[in-house]
C-alpha cells in the first residue's frame, strides 16, 4: 500500500472544557450538554451519539442550568443572571434575557412545558410563562434566605422543591408561598461540616422528594409533612447530580468522587407490591467531580470535570445489541480543530480564545517501517493569534498556500493576511469585512486559495474571491426557500469547479462556482454527515455519515458511483459499524484516484477502490503481516480497507505530498495532567 | 399401630399357576390397579378395591412369561418379558399379546423394573442393566457380563433415593451372596460381599431394602429365622473397590428355623417389617407384622391353607398366595402413642382423614402425583397409534403444598414438601419456596406449638432461599434460639441486613457450651485448629513473624517487654483456641456473612464487653493460626479468610474499644493487637513507598515513549 513519512504531532495543547449540565430531550432523543466555557452541545442519541450542533461559549456566560422545555426548546442559564434561549435552526443565540434575581443556580421547566423556574443567587424563585417566540417573567415565589441551588417541579405541576443551603423548600406553585421547609443534617459521619448544600432535588408524583447534598447524603423526604423517610449515605464526599427516569422507577445520582450510583425501586419481597428504593449499581467511569447526570430510557448519562460524557446503558433495557447496548465515552468534539496549509507544511490550531500556527520540521533521512527518523529541523510555533472579545472561536481556516487565515466567532469574521519574509511573519488584518460576514459556520478556501467560502448560519454560502491584501464578494448561495437550516460543512473539489455544503439533517448541496448556481442535491440520508470531500480528477464526492456509512457521489454524473453502489450492496464490515467515533476528516492521493484517507479519533484508513471489499468473514484491522509471508498469501488476504490505529486518539490527518502524512495526537495522560487533581482516595489502609 | 385389616381373595378362580405361585405383582400407573403375571402365560390387571380383574393378555401356547409385567409409568403402557428375549409392550386398548410391540433382545432378561418418575430398567440375567428407551432403540446391542460364571441373580430392586434412581441386585455364588448397586446417576456399579457373620451355614431365604438417610438398609431373612440388617452406603467411597458389608442381627427367631419354603420378608416402613412364614416349627404358615425398632411383633395373622413365600406391598396392601388363590391385606399403621397404648387415645371425629395417617413409602412418593407427568412422556408414546394419554388436570404441586402449611400436620408437609423438591425446578421455584417458607412462619405465629424445624432445614438448603424472600425466618430463628437454623441461613443467604447478623453474634457468643453440645452444626470450617496444642511448640509460636516483622524490630519495647516476661501465658493463650468447636464453628459462618461497616457498627456497640473479649480472642487466635503458613490461610474446607478475620478485629475494637480497654483480661490481648497493628502500619507505609517508586518508574517509562511532542516516523502500510 506504500510507504509514509508520518509527522507524528502531539503539541496541539487542546484540552476540552468540563461538562457543567447535561439534559436529555425525550422526545427528539437528543441530549445537550453544556461546559464550563459556556459551550453548548447537541448530541443526537439516535445518530450514534453524534455531536450534531453546538453552540460557541462565551467567557463571561458560565452555564449553570440547561433544561428543555415546550417539546424541543432549549435554555439555559448562568452566573451572569441571564436566561438565553438557543435558536436549534439557525445555531445561534435566540435571545438572552436578564432574570434581575443575581447569578442564576439553577432552572427547571414544568411537566407540561408552558412555564420556566429559575433559582437565583438572592434566594428567589422566579417563574416564567413561556411564549411561542420568547419567556415573559409571571412572578417570584417566597424569597429564601441563600441561593437556589436546586429546583424541580413535581410532575401534576402543583408543587417545586427547592434545594438551598441546608434546607429543601416546597413550594405550592398556585399560591407562590413555601408549605414545608425541611432541614438537612450538616452532620457527616459525626462530624460537622459547615454548610450542607442540596446540589439536587427530584420531585416524585407520589410526593416524595429526593435530594443530594455535599455531605454525601441520598435523602428521601415526604412533602406532604416535611419529614425525612429516608436516607442513603452513599459517599464521602459530595453528591453533584442526580437525575430521575420518566417512568420514576429508577434515579441516577452522580459524586464527586467519579462515582455514579444508579438507585432502583424493586419489590421488597417477591410478588408484593411494597417496593422501597435501592441502590443498586455503582459505576465508575470518572475519575473527576461527576457534575451533572441525566436518565434516558435505556441509559444513564454522566459528565463532570473530567471533561468526558459518558453513556453507560442499562442492560436490561437494551433488547438489541446495537450501539446502544456499548458504553460510549465521548471526550473529543466530532468537528475538526486543526487545519493544514499543505504547501507549506503549516497546520493552524483552533483553541477557545486563540490560534496557533506551527510549522512543520523536516527530515533527510530515510528509514523503514516503525523507525523515528532524526529531525534536522524542529518544529516552530510561529504565531499566537488571540482572539478579540470574550467570544469562543467557532471555525478556523488556513489556506492551502499558507497566506491567509480566517476565523470566526459568534459576531464576527476575521481575515488575516500573512507575510513570510525568511523567518519573520508579517500579519495583517483585513479590515472592512462586509456587514453579511458577521459569524461563519465554517470556513473554506479553495485549493489554490484565491476563493474564500463561508458558511453563515442563515443558511447561505458567500463566495469570496481573495485579492492581493483585499477581496471581493462573487456570489451567495442562498438556501432553497423555505429551509433555514444552516451549513456546518463544506467542501471543494481541487479544481475549484464544484462545492458542496452540508446541514446537519438535509441532503448535500453541490453548487457550480464557475457558474455560481446549485448544480444538484445529494439525497438525504437519515443520518447526519460528519465529513465531506471531493476527489481530484474524477469530482467525485465522498460523504461519511454518523452511522458509518461512507458514499461516493460522482458530481458531473449525479449519480452514486458503481463502487459506492457496491459497497452499499455488500455492507460494510460489522466491525468498521461498530466503531464508535465519527470520520471527522476525508482526504485523497493526487496520484492515486483510487485511494480514500479518512480517520476518527482512534484510527485512519487508507480505502483502496481497486481492492476487493472485505467481508464479515476477513479480518478488517490486520495487524502487520511477517515478513516471511509470501507475497500471493498477502495478495490474496489484502482488501480494501488499510486500517492503522498507531496514532490515537487521533484529532487529525492528512496528506501533506504524496508520501508525507502529517497526524495530530492528543494522548488522554496529557489532558489528565492539566486537569485539577482528582480527589484522593486512600490505598492500602494508612 | 400396626394393623392387618380383614383379607380378601382377589381371584375367584384359582390361578392357573404351578407350585411357584404368580410371577409377579405390580402397580399400575392408576392408583388401586395392580398388574398380575402369572408364571404361565398371562397377565391380569386387577382393580383391588373393586376386587375385578380389568384386563387379562395371554401369550401363545407355547411361549412362557419369564418376567413379571410391569408399568411404563411415564407412558402407561405395559411391559412383558416373554421366553426370556422377548419384550412386548402394549397398552389397556390391545387384545392380542401377539400383535403389539415386540423387540427381541439379544441376552436373557431376569427383570424389568418400573417406579414413579423415571423410565423402566431392565436387568440382564447376566447382570447388565439398560434402560428401556436405550434398549429399544437398538435391541439387538450387545449385553455384557457383569457377574462371574456361576454367579446367580437371587432377588432385586429398583427404587429412588434423593431423586436418582438406584438397583441393587443381590447374587450367591456358593453360599456366598454379593450386593451389586448400580446408580443411574452416576453410572457406577459397586459390588458388595455380604459377610454372614457367625451363623455361616444358614441361608438367607428373603431379602427387602429400605433407604434411611445415607444408607440402603438390606434385611435379610436366613433360614435361622432371624431378620439380619446390612447397610449399604449410598455414596460409596470407593466404588472401583469391592467392599465388604457386615450384617447385623435385627430380630430373633421371628420364623421357625427349619421353614422349608414359604418364607418372606417385606419392609413396611421405617419400624415395621412382614414376615410371612411359620412362626414357630410345627404351625400353620401366618403373616406378621413386626415393629423393629422394639423388637415386638405387631399382629399377624394366620394363613392355614399354606403360601407360596411371596409377598408383595404395594400402596397399603399385601399381595400373597393363599393356598391358591392370591390374597390381599390391607395394613394400616397408625402412630402409636402413649395415650393409644392406654386406651384413652380419643378417636378423631373425622376418622376419613385422620384414622389414616401417611406415611412416606419411598416407593411411591417420589414423583408421586405430580404435575410434570405428563411433560416427562416418552419420546416412544409417539411411535404407538392408539395410546390414549389421560391428560388429567391436576393441582400444581405448590399449590398442594401450600395449602398442606395451612392445616395438615408437620410430618404431613415434611411429605408434601419433599415430593415438591424431588420435582424439576420451574422458573419460579425461589419465588414459591419463599412463599412456602413464609406459609410456615405464618402458621407457626397462629399456632406457636407448630415448629416445623426439617421443613426449614432442608427449604434453607435448597440455596435459592435469600433474606428478602423470606423476611422473618430469620427472626423467628432468633426467637428459639435455633443455631443451626441460624448457621444455615448465614451460609446460605447473601442479603442478611447487618441488624441480624449481629444479633446472630450475640446468640452464638451467649448460648451455653451444654446446649451447644445438643445441636448438630455444620463444622465444616472448623478443622483441626480448634483442637487446642498444649504444649511443645511453644518455642515455634514464640518465633511468629507478623507479615515478615519481627517483634524485635519494635519500638514498642515496653508491651514488648511485658508480654516476654510472662511467655508461657501468653503463648499458652494464642496457641489454644477460646472456644469449643461448634462454636468456633457458627462464629465463622458470621465472618463468612456479607456486612457494610457503616450498618454494622451500631449494633457491635449492643455486645457485652466479655462476648466481645471472647470473640478478640478467637479473631486474635484465628490471625496467628493464618500466620503460621506462608500463604496466611486456614486448614480445612472453606476457613474464614485473612480479611474476613481482619475486618471483623477492626470492627469490633472500633466499635467497642472504649469499653474493651477498661477490662483486665483484655489487656494482654489489646496489647498484642496494638503490637499487630504497629506492625501493619510499617507494612502499608512500606507498601505506599513501593507503590510511589513503582509509579515514577512507569511515570519514566511513559516518557519514554511519550516523550516528544513532535516527530517524524516511518509507516508502512500493508
Known sequence: ?????????????????????????????????????????????????????????????????????????????????????????????????????????????????????????????????????????????????????????????????????????????????????????????????????????????????????????????????????????????????????????????????????????????????????????????????????????????????????????????????????????????????????????????????????????????????????????????LLHLKTKGPENVICSCISPCGSWIAYSTASRFFLYRLNYEHDNINLQRVSKMPAFLRSALQILFSEDSTKLFVASNQGSVHVIRLLEGSFKHLHTFQPQSGTVESMCLLAVSPDGNWLAASGTSAGVHVYNVKQLKLHCTVPAYNFPVTALAIAPNTNNLVIAHSDQQVFEYSIPDKQYTQWSRTIQKQGFHHLWLQRDTPITHISFHPKRPMHIFLHDAYMFCIIDKSLPLPNDKTLLYNPLPPTNESDIIRRRTAHAFKISKKYKPLLFMDLLDERTLVVVERPLDDIIAQLPPPIKKKKFGT | MAALEEGFTLTAVPLGSGPDGPLGVEQSDKTDQFLVTDSGRTVILYKVSDQKPLGSWSVKQGQIITCPAVCNFQTGEYIVVHDNKVLRIWNNEDVNLDKVFKATLSAEVYRIHSIQGTEPVVLFKEGAIRGLEALLAEPQQKIETVISDEEVIKWTKFFMVFRHAVLIFITEKHGNYFAYVQKFNSRILSKYTLLLGQEEKSVTQSFSTSVHRKFISLMSLSSDGCVYETLIPVHPSDPEKNQRVVRSLLLKSV?????????????????????????????????????????????????????????????????????????????????????????????????????????????????????????????????????????????????????????????????????????????????????????LLGRYKAEPSFYPRNCLMQLIQTRVLSYSLCPGLMEFALEKTDVQILQLCLQQFPDIPESVTCACLKIFLSIGDDSLQETDINMESVSDYTATIQDGEIEEQTEILQNGFSPEEDNCKNCAQELIEKPQAATEESTSCPVTGKRAALLNAILHSAYSETFLLPHLKDIPAQHITLFLQYLYFLYLKCSENATMTLPGIHPPTLNQIMDWICLLLDANFTVVVMIPEAKRLLLSLYKFVKSQISICSELNKIEVSFRELQKLNQEKTNRELYSIEVLELF
Open chain 1, 1 to 381: 500500500m506504500g510507504e509514509f513519512k508520518v509527522h507524528r504531532v502531539r503539541f496541539f495543547n487542546y484540552v476540552p472544557s468540563g461538562i457543567r449540565c447535561v439534559a436529555y430531550n425525550n422526545q427528539s432523543n437528543r441530549l445537550a450538554v453544556s461546559r464550563t466555557d459556556g459551550t453548548v452541545e447537541i448530541y443526537n442519541l439516535s445518530a450514534n451519539y453524534f455531536q450534531e450542533k453546538f453552540f460557541p461559549g462565551h467567557e463571561s456566560r458560565a452555564t449553570e442550568a440547561l433544561c428543555w422545555a415546550n417539546g424541543q426548546r432549549l435554555f439555559s442559564a448562568g452566573l451572569n443572571g441571564e436566561i438565553i434561549e438557543y435558536d436549534l435552526q439557525a445555531l445561534n443565540i435566540k435571545y438572552a434575557m436578564d432574570a434581575f434575581g443575581g447569578p442564576i443556580w439553577s432552572m427547571a421547566a414544568s411537566p407540561n412545558g408552558s412555564q420556566l423556574l429559575v433559582g437565583c443567587e438572592d434566594g428567589s424563585v422566579k417563574l416564567f410563562q413561556i411564549t411561542p417566540d420568547k419567556i415573559q417573567f409571571e412572578r417570584n415565589f417566597d424569597r429564601q434566605k441563600s441561593r437556589i441551588l436546586s429546583l424541580s417541579w413535581h410532575p401534576a405541576g402543583t408543587h417545586i422543591a427547592a434545594g438551598s443551603i441546608d434546607y429543601i423548600s416546597v413550594f405550592d406553585v398556585k399560591s407562590g408561598s413555601a408549605i414545608h421547609k425541611m432541614l438537612v443534617d450538616r452532620q457527616y459521619m459525626g462530624v460537622s461540616k459547615r454548610k450542607c448544600i442540596i446540589w439536587g432535588v427530584a420531585f416524585l408524583s407520589d410526593g416524595t422528594v429526593i435530594s443530594v447534598d455535599s455531605a454525601g447524603k441520598v435523602q428521601f423526604w415526604d412533602s406532604a409533612t416535611g419529614t425525612l423517610v429516608k436516607n442513603h449515605l452513599i459517599a464521602n464526599t459530595d453528591v453533584q447530580s442526580i437525575a430521575i427516569s420518566d417512568q420514576e422507577d429508577s434515579f441516577v445520582v452522580g459524586t464527586a468522587e467519579g462515582t455514579v450510583f444508579h438507585f432502583q425501586l424493586v419489590s421488597v419481597t417477591s410478588n408484593s407490591s411494597e417496593k422501597q428504593w435501592v441502590r443498586t449499581k455503582p459505576f465508575q467511569h470518572h475519575t473527576h467531580d461527576v457534575r451533572a447526570v441525566a436518565h434516558s430510557p435505556i441509559a444513564l448519562i454522566s459528565g463532570g470535570t473530567d471533561t468526558h460524557l459518558v453513556i453507560r446503558p442499562l442492560m436490561e433495557k437494551v433488547e438489541v445489541k446495537n450501539y446502544d447496548a456499548a458504553l460510549r465515552k465521548i471526550t473529543f468534539p466530532h468537528r475538526r480543530l486543526v487545519s493544514c496549509a499543505k504547501k507549506k507544511q503549516l497546520l493552524l490550531f483552533q483553541f477557545a480564545h486563540h490560534l496557533e500556527l506551527w510549522r512543520l520540521g523536516s527530515t533527510v533521512a530515510t528509514g523503514k517501517n516503525g523507525d523515528t527518523l532524526p529531525l534536522s529541523k524542529n518544529a516552530d510555533h
Open chain 2, 255 to 439: 420364623v421357625s428355623g427349619n421353614a422349608r419354603s414359604g418364607v418372606a420378608l417385606t419392609i413396611l416402613d421405617q419400624d415395621h417389617v412382614a414376615v410371612l412364614g411359620p412362626p414357630l416349627s410345627a404351625s400353620k404358615e401366618c403373616l406378621s407384622i413386626w415393629n423393629t425398632k422394639f423388637q415386638t411383633l405387631q399382629t399377624s395373622k394366620e394363613l392355614p391353607q399354606g403360601t407360596s413365600g411371596q409377598l408383595w406391598y404395594h400402596g397399603e396392601n399385601l399381595f400373597m398366595l393363599h393356598g391358591k388363590f392370591l390374597t390381599v391385606i390391607p395394613y394400616k399403621c397408625e402412630v402409636s402413642s402413649l395415650a393409644g397404648a392406654l386406651g384413652k387415645l380419643k378417636h378423631s371425629q373425622d376418622p376419613d382423614i385422620h384414622a389414616m395417617t401417611h406415611f412416606v413409602n419411598w416407593e411411591t412418593s417420589q414423583g408421586y402425583g405430580l404435575g410434570s407427568q405428563n411433560s416427562e412422556q416418552s419420546k416412544r408414546i409417539l411411535r404407538r397409534r392408539k395410546i390414549e394419554v389421560s391428560v388429567q388436570l391436576e393441582v400444581p404441586p405448590s399449590t398442594q403444598l401450600l395449602a398442606a402449611i395451612q392445616k395438615d400436620s408437620e410430618k404431613h408437609i415434611e411429605v408434601e414438601l419433599r415430593k415438591f423438591l424431588a420435582v424439576k425446578r420451574t422458573p419460579d421455584f425461589h419465588t414459591i419456596i419463599g412463599d412456602v417458607v413464609i406459609g
